[in-house]
């Protein structure tokens, strides 16, 4: 199963994110089948870059985007262009439920 994620370049502390197609058995910054975007957190607001043809195209072949790469692509309005559903974060919600029940 192939997925989209990112792999981090960069040096200690000045960390950017290549979005890579990559195997799902693959580890994080080993070996890809493509480099469709860059993701830099640094600058604000954060700079991020995508082939967004390819990137549609990987997602209609099957390709499972990563958590963080589903909130770039829902911020770019690329889920909704390929057809997929929102990325709505959802885990603070666990935890205020848990912090609730307490």
């Known amino acids: 199963m192939l997925r989209i994620r990112l792999s981090r370049m960069g040096r200690r ?3 950017f994110y290549r979005i890579v197609v990559a195997d799902a058995r693959a580890p994080r910054d080993g070996k890809f089948v493509e ?3 860059y993701y830099d ?3 604000d ?3 991020v870059e995508v ?3 390819r990137a549609l195209h990987w997602l209609k072949q099957g390709a499972q985007p990563s958590e963080a790469v589903a909130k770039l692509f ?3 309005s690329i ?3 390929a057809g997929l559903p929102a990325y709505v974060y959802t885990k603070h919600l666990a ?3 848990a912090a609730d029940q307490e």
């Open 51 to 53: 082939k967004e043809e």
């Open 41 to 43: 957190p640094l600058p």
């Open 35 to 37: 480099i469709i975007g």
């Open 13 to 15: 502390n000045r960390p």
């Open 79 to 81: 889920m909704e262009k």
């Open 74 to 76: 829902t911020r770019l």
């Open 45 to 47: 607001p954060a700079k």
């Open 95 to 97: 935890r205020t439920r």
